[in-house]
């Protein structure tokens, strides 16, 4: 059994910061063997991928709206991947979900590259 959960969500000010983990555990798994993916939600709305991280930490992807503020990275042997989030808008305002998958391509954004997903943590931002 594989399990991802995620911490650190809250509500901040807009133009603050937050950071979230996502801590991996499993007697089967290997953290190192995953890439590992961000994606939130907001009310209403669909799943939207955030930020992906390659298997040793060497390639990232970001979305548009998150590229300059936000900052994917992982610890391997902490099992461990964390989201830096800086300079936070009202529109950030989601349910965080961290995701592992044993592909990172360029199609590290679709939903469907990811195998196993954590039950997601909140996130707001006040305007």
């Known amino acids: 059994q594989v399990q991802l959960v995620e911490s650190g969500g809250g509500l901040v000010q807009a133009g603050g910061s937050l950071r979230l983990s996502c801590a991996a555990s499993?007697?089967?798994?290997?953290?190192?063997?995953?890439?590992m993916g961000w994606f939130r939600q907001a009310p209403g709305k669909e799943r939207e991928f955030v930020a992906a991280i390659s298997w040793s930490g060497g390639s990232t992807y970001y979305a548009d709206s998150v590229k300059g503020r936000f900052t994917i990275s992982r610890v391997n042997a902490k099992n461990t991947v964390y989201l830096q989030m800086y300079s936070l808008k009202p529109e950030d305002t989601a349910v965080y979900y961290c995701?592992?998958?044993?592909?990172?391509?360029?199609?590290?954004?679709?939903?469907?590259?990811?195998?196993?997903w954590g039950q997601g943590t909140q996130v707001t931002v006040s305007s």
């Open positions: 499993g007697r089967t798994f290997t953290f190192r063997s995953y890439a």
């Open positions: 995701a592992a998958g044993l592909r990172f391509t360029a199609a590290a954004g679709r939903p469907n590259e990811y195998d196993y």
